[in-house]
């Protein structure tokens, strides 16, 4: 095969999987978007539908995620990536056909269980496609599945809420994942393990444990899923409630809310998504410490209009805050990713991207919407109503954001020296 014609091929890879990471975040992300109908059909609390509708997609998804991972740092990741994509399409689906609180859990479960299987496995398919040298950018383009799937999951989830009710919706998203799901089947080939490292890396199978350890030892890792996952609990646990308070706040309907917030997913994040990788790009050929500490020089900017959000009684003043805010939120994800691959053997790449997507998902969706929701509801009755009291649980968790940029700016402290022992930049 010919350079030209193996680049080919890894570029389709990496657009192809770039979509099915879309559609991971858009089969998430939806549940935000029609929240409120949701929980006003079932008859539910705010801490009630945070429950089933975060808490008990992260429970299935944090307790097999590792597991799956494991087992994809020794089978063919592309057959997982196409049976975890079927599986949760199918059961984003079944979330449409719900008539009950119990029968939602249970296809939220399966949603969780499927989604497990998506983002480990390619991640770890690119980084055997691409040398050291480019994953943080070929990660951070993966990364725009992350913008798309959200204004997926907004824009056109409300629209199609609409006309078709919460329960249309699922079904909508659920049906186009299982044709994505064999496409990946029938077009993706399994690369060898470490086949673009710069040095040799043990490429026999490794236990959890010993990837555990292997992350404590390295600091970097530790500080790059430290920043990821606190990152994730600030950024997309304030854009989880954001529409719920969008509607209770100033009055909006949820296609309403979600026409405001989806071209920020889509313009923001998108145009921010290619900034990122641009500038990772340039940044990385000479010194990835550039990365780290551009990642929390954002992040730490960011931060104080993602408080201001949540102060202002203007919905123009607000709006203008999520615009800063929105974009940000996308720009940590895929250098944290490509970085995060360098800095361990191939032999536990899915297995570490899985544990970074454990911490990061029980940040985001246990502890973000259950505790908002439980602050929220015990705040009601003593601020003048839900939408006060949300606002201020909202206040509470946007300063998070100063703790993932400090844990970016101490990656970079030992990033060269882990580097150069697991890919031999």
């Given at each position: 095969m010919t350079g030209h014609s193996t680049g080919t091929r890894s570029a389709y890879v990496l657009v192809l999987l770039t979509l099915v990471y879309a559609f991971n975040i858009a089969d998430r992300f939806v549940v935000s978007t029609i929240l409120e109908p949701i929980r006003l059909d079932l008859g539910l609390s705010d801490a009630s539908i945070a429950l089933i509708t975060g808490v008990a997609l992260a429970l299935f998804y944090v307790s097999i995620g590792l597991p799956v991972a494991q087992f994809a740092d020794r089978a063919n990741r592309r057959t997982i990536i196409a049976l975890a994509i079927t599986l949760w399409s199918v059961m984003t689906a079944a979330c449409g056909r719900a008539q009950t609180a119990t029968q939602f859990v249970l296809a939220r479960f399966g949603v969780g269980i499927g989604e497990a299987g998506g983002t480990p496995p390619s991640t770890s398919i690119l980084a055997d496609l691409y040398s050291p040298q480019q994953r943080?950018?070929?990660l951070t383009f993966f990364a725009l599945g992350a913008p798309l799937g959200a204004w997926i999951g907004s824009s056109l989830a409300g629209a199609v809420a609409v006309h078709h009710g919460w329960r249309g919706t699922f079904v909508a998203l659920g049906l186009p994942g299982v044709l994505l799901g064999a496409l990946v089947y029938l077009t993706v080939r399994e690369p060898p393990r470490g086949a673009t490292?710069?040095?040799?890396?043990p490429t026999a199978p490794m236990s959890l444990r010993d990837t555990l350890i292997h992350i404590r030892r390295s600091r970097a890792a530790f500080h790059l899923i430290g920043g990821g996952a606190v990152c994730t609990l600030w950024g997309w646990g304030l854009l989880w409630w954001t529409p719920?308070?969008?509607?209770?706040?100033?009055?909006?309907?949820?296609?309403?809310?979600?026409?405001?917030?989806?071209?920020m997913h889509l313009i923001g994040g998108v145009a921010a998504t290619l900034a990122t990788y641009w500038a990772v790009a340039s940044l990385g050929r000479t010194d990835t410490r550039r990365v780290s500490w551009l990642m929390a020089t954002v992040v730490l900017l960011a931060t104080v209009p993602s408080i201001l959000i949540f102060t202002t009684p203007s919905l123009s003043v607000a709006t203008a805050w999520l615009w800063a805010v929105v974009p940000a939120i996308y720009f940590f994800i895929g250098p944290t990713m490509g970085l995060l691959q360098n800095v361990v053997?191939?032999?536990?790449?899915s297995q570490t991207i899985a544990f970074l997507?454990?911490?990061a998902n029980v940040f985001n969706l246990v502890i973000a919407p259950q505790v908002v929701g439980l602050v929220s509801d015990?705040?009601?009755?003593r601020v003048g109503g839900s939408a006060n009291s949300l606002q201020w649980a909202l206040i509470g968790l946007a300063p998070t954001g100063f703790w993932g940029a400090w844990h970016y700016w101490m990656s970079a402290r030992t990033l060269r020296d882990d580097q150069a022992r697991a890919s031999g930049i």
């Open positions: 943080p950018a070929v490292d710069a040095t040799t890396t719920t308070y969008l509607v209770r706040a100033f009055h909006l309907t949820v296609t309403q809310a979600g026409e405001i917030l989806g071209p053997p191939a032999a536990i790449r997507m454990f911490v015990f705040l009601a009755p």
